[in-house]
């Protein structure tokens, strides 16, 4: 069943992405903002979501809030933040019970009066005593950030590799950023995004498009829009630049390593053979990484790639026993090598395949797969072709096209976090 | 085959229950790529004493999830490795009653179906291998052990049901796992795992008369005997009501328990929805003391609840981390008293009914719970999608009154771990 989307200019610099369709019980609804990752901006943008659901106008505190949705047959409205390569994307998400199956009520007009009572009419608005404990709330996860060693050894590898760039900002952004946020800052931020900042809205569900698009217009009619909106800022590409090799000591059982590369500027990496490369080298149970340097070298406990193809970055990250560290980036770059060479089997081009393969049927079969895909394309302005459209693309990349991928990657950084001990147990071992 | 729709949910479910007993469940998704199979055994790690032909039988906690660990080998290989080579996403799990073997898969279901049946019906345990596993299953002990919400929650179910099943570690204790051999596991294989208590239920576009083909394929031919339940005495008088442990935590983590004294033979589907729904008049988000109690920061987003309820034995719990969770314990009876004054407001009470019910719908959407759901209730003889017309004949006073039984302070246990 192929499903497709249609697009409407909501209001100037908001556009809103309607997908029809039958096949699901619930509907989804989301109200995102788009913005430069910027490292002054970051922690504002991640801490407005969070006291806006604090409580609105009507619906002034949690309870009251949580009855109104509880009456929506138990609609869903939560925060939700990402960073999609140098950009920003967060906002609120909503999912509730489809139209079809709510006994003859209409839930979706509710849905869409509180989304406009949240973007429009936040609890005094914005409450400072709501500001203070989300403050707090967003300080202690960042602080907590640090606890998931795997994830900030990657975020320290991208801040090593990519300084100055907008890339390198975090997703919640630094402690110290955040001190500087206050609730003045923080009203003045939040009607600057509604004026002018670029918005995507997304629906699916059973609704016809042009009903959504009619009910969001009336709802949020409210807001005045300025008529020009300032363009999201072009990804800096940047080529390799001389190595650089860093290991920093932190309380851990197990080191952690992460290696990135980058590809030129000027080489635009093409989506099949891309994403192919990316599942081959290391991103999937079947990829060379992990069947040769976890399973057959033990050499690592966990180990995956993902590439960034509009940043021309890619990243593999392992956890690794702090005496095999320099093994297992000596293997890593072997295994790239080897892709690069074109020593790719037929069995390990079958297996990515078949992998991406079912990773785009499957994203058909969940409302919330679709909505980042489709999100995903309008940011980037990609044709809003079905996923499984993509399939005849990625089963004709040859191993050819792979190997002249992996052969443009430049190896600039290698980063690894070990206990003081472990280390100098790894080098008397050399 | 037998073929039942749900015109308000727009479900339709096909069954077969094969001479050998097995019942077979298919749950058409149409338009969706992805199948999902889930094999069940009415079997988990509550599950250490029972009678079979009249004699009594045990065997060590934590023996239900050890067999599934091995289910997975084959003499041909492993299982899971096979599947996912066919593009299959294989798992497993053991809960307190089920034993559920499952796997998703785009492409390849008949094959993949082939694998599951045979793999679940055809045990092949050496001494050797399960020496092996005896490592690997003390090591997620120790995570479990590691993890403060299974500990807070696991020391209070104890102390709440010193004499039940339920009081049993699913994963089992590194000294009974001790215990647990390839004789132990062949016999528990023989005694738990026949049709006739087990169901496969397949939730996508696939073709019902395929499926329980394929079954009657793997399966015995013959019916044999089911083994009778042990789940002992929810009654007994609690050994602790309080305990205290101490983790390397940054801040205490707590469970109240409240244990519900229901009389024998409640359905259980009507039951759990009223304890749903009672449970979140009192504590859910949109309740007075919730919000009351996140506003005075003495709970923050980490508080959760819900009603549990096992064969013979049912309870309340709350949970989540706090600096003060005696002071929560209070706060939760304190809310008690407004019940018992001034009872739950029926128009709240309707509103939390309905979010209930949209969340059950919303559910459906995952194949998953689906499937779960529909074996849990089919293993106590009811019907899961039947859950729409339960909601009609609930009312505010039933579940204050379930509230008022319940949630007393002679029924609580309160179990914190804290911080070294």
């Known amino acids: ?430 | 085959m037998k073929e039942k729709y749900y015109p308000s949910l727009g479900e339709t479910v096909r069954s077969d229950v094969l001479d050998n007993g097995l019942t077979v469940f298919t749950v058409p998704r149409e338009g969706f790529s992805k199948v999902f199979a889930f094999y069940a055994v009415n079997y988990g790690g509550m599950d250490v004493r029972w009678k079979k032909g009249g004699r009594e039988c045990s065997s060590p906690e934590g023996t239900a999830h050890f067999l599934e660990h091995k289910m997975f080998d084959m003499e041909e290989g492993s299982a899971d490795l096979m599947l996912a080579a066919n593009g299959a996403q294989a798992n497993a799990f053991t809960s307190g009653d089920m034993t559920a073997y499952l796997f998703e898969c785009t492409d390849r279901f008949e094959e993949n179906l082939d694998i599951l049946l045979n793999f679940v019906n055809t045990p092949f345990f050496t001494p050797q291998s399960v020496e092996k596993e005896m490592g690997i299953i003390s090591q997620e002990i120790g995570m479990c052990e590691d993890d403060p919400y299974w500990r807070a929650g696991h020391s209070l179910v104890e102390s709440m049901f010193g004499a039940h099943a339920l009081k049993n570690r699913t994963v089992g204790t590194k000294e009974s796992i001790s215990h647990i051999t390839d004789r132990v596991l062949t016999d528990c294989h023989s005694t738990f795992y026949v049709p006739s208590n087990m169901i496969l239920c397949v939730v996508g576009d696939v073709d019902h008369d395929a499926v329980t083909e394929a079954a009657l394929r793997h399966t015995p031919r013959q019916r044999a005997e089911k083994a009778e339940r042990w789940t002992g005495d929810a009654g007994v008088p609690f050994a602790m009501k309080e305990t205290v442990s101490k983790m390397e935590i940054s801040r205490p983590v707590f469970s109240i328990g409240f244990r519900a004294d229901l009389p024998p033979g409640e359905p259980f589907l009507e039951c759990g929805i009223l304890g749903d729904t009672a449970s979140a008049a009192v504590l859910g988000p949109s309740s007075e003391l919730y919000g009351e109690m996140y506003a005075d920061g003495i709970i923050n987003g980490s508080f959760d609840f819900s009603f549990e309820m096992h064969e013979g034995a049912a309870y309340f719990e709350a949970r989540g981390e706090s600096d003060r969770p005696r002071e929560t314990a209070e706060r939760i009876l304190e809310g008690m008293d407004r019940i018992k004054k001034n009872g739950i407001d029926p128009s709240i009470f309707s509103v939390i009914k309905k979010a209930d019910m949209g969340g059950r719908i919303k559910e459906l959407g995952s194949f998953e719970m689906t499937a779960w759901n529909i074996c849990d209730l089919a293993f106590r003889g009811e019907d899961y999608l039947e859950f729409s017309s339960v909601y009609k004949d609930l009312t505010a006073e039933g579940a204050a009154g379930l509230l008022l039984d319940s949630v007393r302070e002679e029924n609580m246990v309160l179990s914190v771990v804290e911080p070294v």
């Open chain 1, 1 to 430: 069943m192929s499903n497709t989307v249609e697009v409407f200019e909501l209001m100037p610099g908001a556009q809103l992405l309607c997908l029809k369709t039958d096949k699901f019980k619930t509907g989804c609804m989301y109200a995102s903002f788009l913005r430069d990752m910027d490292a002054d901006e970051a922690p504002a943008n991640a801490l407005l979501m969070p006291v806006i659901m604090r409580g609105t106008e009507k619906h002034p505190d949690i309870s009251s809030l949580s009855l109104s949705m509880d009456g929506l047959y138990g609609a869903d409205f939560g925060v939700y933040l990402r960073k999609k390569a140098e950009t920003q994307v967060f906002g609120i998400a909503s999912d509730f019970v489809d139209d079809r199956f709510s006994g003859g009520e209409e839930i979706l007009p509710g849905c869409v009066d509180l989304m406009r009572e949240l973007l429009l009419e936040p609890a005094g608005g914005m409450r400072e005593e709501y500001f203070t404990s989300e403050k707090q709330n967003l300080a202690d996860a960042i602080r907590a950030s640090m606890n998931d060693k795997h994830s900030w050894t990657v975020q320290r590898a991208v801040e090593i590799m990519c300084p100055g760039e907008p890339y390198s900002v975090s997703r919640l952004g630094t402690p110290e950023k955040l001190e500087s946020v206050t609730i003045g800052s923080l009203r003045q931020h939040r009607r600057e995004l509604l004026s002018s900042g670029r918005m995507l809205f997304f629906y699916g569900g059973s609704r016809p498009p042009a009903e959504v698009y009619g009910m969001l217009g009336d709802s949020l009619g409210g807001i005045s829009r300025e008529k020009e909106q300032e363009p999201l800022s072009p990804i800096v590409r940047k080529g390799a630049a001389e190595k650089k090799e860093i290991r920093e000591h932190m309380e851990v059982t197990q080191a952690k390593l992460c290696m990135g590369w980058r590809f030129r500027p000027d080489y635009e990496i093409p989506y099949a053979a891309g994403v192919v490369f990316s599942a081959l080298f290391g991103g999937t149970s079947t990829s060379k990484l992990f069947l040769n340097v976890r399973e057959k070298l033990s050499l690592c406990y966990s180990i995956d790639s993902s590439l960034d193809r509009r940043k021309g970055i890619m990243l593999v990250s392992a956890g690794v026993d702090a005496g095999d560290l320099d093994r297992c980036t000596d293997q890593i770059t072997e295994q790239l090598a080897m892709c690069a060479r074109g020593e790719i089997s037929q069995e390990e081009m079958e297996n990515a395949r078949a992998y991406l393969k079912g990773v785009l049927r499957a994203s058909g079969d969940s409302l919330g797969g679709l909505q980042e895909y489709y999100t995903t394309r309008a940011l980037f302005s990609l044709p809003l072709t079905p996923p499984e459209d993509l399939i005849g693309q990625i089963l004709d990349v040859s191993a050819e096209d792979v190997a002249a991928v992996a052969a443009q990657a430049e190896l600039d950084t290698v980063y690894s976090i070990c206990g003081q001990d472990e280390e100098e147990e790894g080098s008397a071992l050399q």
